[in-house]
């Protein structure tokens, strides 16, 4: 059963630090999505790739956000410097992309505590 | 842009009873409403999806329905349990863009 993974599951950090959150998309999905979810704000698309390539990071605050991938088997979502305001879970979501729209399968998500 | 309300908020019920959760959409070119169950500290997974070509689909105790002439549908669950206590998140997206807008979810209570 494939499934979308993500790490770290948790992690904690302190203001101005940092923060990496690596996404394993399931094998042969060529689009893949950032969420976060709060309990304010709900589930917010941050960014999605079709064939690594970004197609719409409007969502993502970009001074100090950034996503990438490398390749077709890992997507990246970087945050330098971190602020408090920041803590949530980070969802990486994988679908298989075509002419139609199709299930995005998520990952168990990144828990994120900035101090 | 796309902007989904999702309702109510929470939602609890007696096991046995039916619950029905509703949302509206704003953009007439969406035309995939899929509805994703989340329970604590899990994933939301896909329980249901309806395209607009379609006005109702079943998967045993789960049904969805849609009314593309007045933008809303709706995710009724009959003969209600327990572990259908949860948060469900219904959403819309479009072909072209292939991105979801999710509503903010309704929180179900199914007491025993």
């Known amino acids: 059963d494939a499934r979308v993974t993500q790490t770290p599951r948790d992690k904690v950090t302190e203001m101005g630090q940092e923060v990496t959150m690596r996404c394993q998309p399931i094998l042969g999905h060529n689009t893949v999505f950032w969420y976060r979810q709060t309990m304010m704000q709900g589930l917010e698309l941050l960014a999605y790739f079709r064939n690594r390539a970004p197609l719409d990071d409007s969502g993502m605050p970009k001074d100090r956000f950034s996503a990438e991938m490398p390749d077709a088997t890992l997507a990246t979502l970087k945050i330098q410097p971190s602020e408090p305001r920041d803590s949530a879970v980070y969802f990486c979501?994988?679908?298989?992309?075509?002419?139609?729209?199709?299930?995005?399968?998520f990952g168990p998500g990144t828990r994120l505590l900035v101090l | 842009g796309e902007n989904v309300e999702q309702h109510p908020s929470t939602l609890s019920v007696q096991e046995g009873d039916s619950a029905v959760i509703k949302c509206t959409y704003s953009?007439?070119?969406?035309?995939?409403f899929p509805w994703y169950k989340q329970e604590l500290g899990k994933r939301p997974q896909l329980i249901i999806d309806i395209r607009s070509n379609v006005g109702e689909k079943k998967d045993q105790r789960i049904a969805v329905t849609l009314n593309k002439t007045a933008k809303h549908f709706s995710l009724h669950i009959t003969e209600t349990q327990p572990e259908d206590s949860a948060v469900y998140f219904c959403a819309a997206g479009d072909t072209g863009f292939q991105k979801l807008v999710f509503g903010t979810g309704t929180r179900l209570l199914v007491s025993p």
């Open positions: 979501a994988s679908a298989r992309g075509g002419d139609r729209q199709e299930t995005q399968y």
């Open positions: 953009d007439s070119a969406s035309n995939y």
